[in-house]
């Protein structure tokens, strides 16, 4: 049928704020600082960085040389780079269980923002501040959650909006809306960031976020910063090998992906000085809150900086949740493109059928996660609700899994001429660090995420 009617990104700058936008969405507003603040702050942060450097980066790159050297979707791409091989053509599959499960989990919080645009459209969290109690939104956030019927209402909407635009295909929309969004929502965090080092819990602020702590540091609080990396820069599951599957020639994935993870890191610490300075604004109000973190700490921190100008308490919190919401829509919409992609090219489904199919399935599951938070739920598996389950295993084991493998293949298996090729685009560009690069693939990274696995494991123990 249509095989090989594949779209491409049209411009390099079209492909640095797709990608981007994969990368950047509830992981670096809503799930870094929930994480940060759980494990300790600034300690995280720290091993949250050296993880993005050691092995992020160089599994980002591997993923784009695997996607745009084989033209095809992340579980075709092994099986063309390794015919026969069979221990490496598990790495697709898993890669798209995982993008299922993380689809489903995700739109929960997905459908969170999408009612707090509303409601901050409404102007309601202007009126819910007016009575003056102070944890207004705390109580107004869990009942919201543990409610069986709005929840599932907007997580079903946003998944359906994923659909609507994988479902018109990867090319213009993506590209375009991407290129209009992610610089819109970089000017509207850094002005927040601006907002809340003004209040009074900005020096707290500061100093949870870049003063480590470095006796808070454990195996729990490393394999939770790994987890992030792989999950903020949507490597370890093949995502980012389909995006680049869709690359022209002449883009540079080494610049690509060296600008990728440093626009996703930077939006990730600035909404840390956002909601830290915020979360040590309001009484009562700890760091280790959980994932209620960003949705309780924010629509306080506008009431309290913007008492004086209703206007403008009105219009940011409508406007940052609306953004939100659409970072969020660019991660899922990668999210969803990587099953689909593999339906259709490796099980030669065609293109509208797979888009449905990944829909109902992670609709189901979307479903059962938003209600495995209810109280009292029946959909807890070993004390933890389905939601946090599926967090746990796909950040913590499977995309780490995911990239330890992924660096193997790349160090071990696949061709140097491919590698070369794909890092200097067939000799056009000159590439430096051949061998720091191989190095890092071959050893550094494998070794490195190995260790912080079995360390977890309690089979070896340095921390
Ligand atoms: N990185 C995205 C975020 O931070 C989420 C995401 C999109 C993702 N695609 C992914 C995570 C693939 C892991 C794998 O919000």
Redesign the pocket.
Known sequence: MEKNNRGKFASKLGVILASAG???????????PTEAGENGGAAFILIYICCIILFGLPVMIAEFMIGRNTNADASTAFKKLAPGKIQWHWIGPL?VV??MM??SF?SVVAGWTLNYTVQAGLNRFNHMAGNGTENVFGNYFSNFIADPIWPTIYLTAFILLTHYVVAKGIEKGIERFSKIMMPTLFILLLVLAGFALTTQGAAEGLSFLFKPDFSKINSDVILSAMGQA???????????CTYASYFRPNVNLTKTAISVAGI?TFV?IVSGLIIFPAVFSVPGMEPSEGPSLVFVALPNIFRIVFADYPIVAYILPFLFYFLLVL??LT??I??HE?VTAYLHERHHISRQKATYIVTTVCLVFGILCSLSLGSGSVLNIGGMSLFDLFDYL??KWM?PLGGLFIALFTGWQLERKIIWEELTNKGQLSFYGFKVFMFLMKFVAPVGILLIFLDQLNILSFS
């Open positions: 994969s990368a950047v969405g509830l992981g670096n507003i809503w799930r870094f890669g995982a993008g993380i689809f995700y792989f999950f903020s820069l949507s490597i370890g599951l093949g995502c980012l996703d990730a970072a969020s991660s899922t990668s999210m990587l796909t950040a995309l």
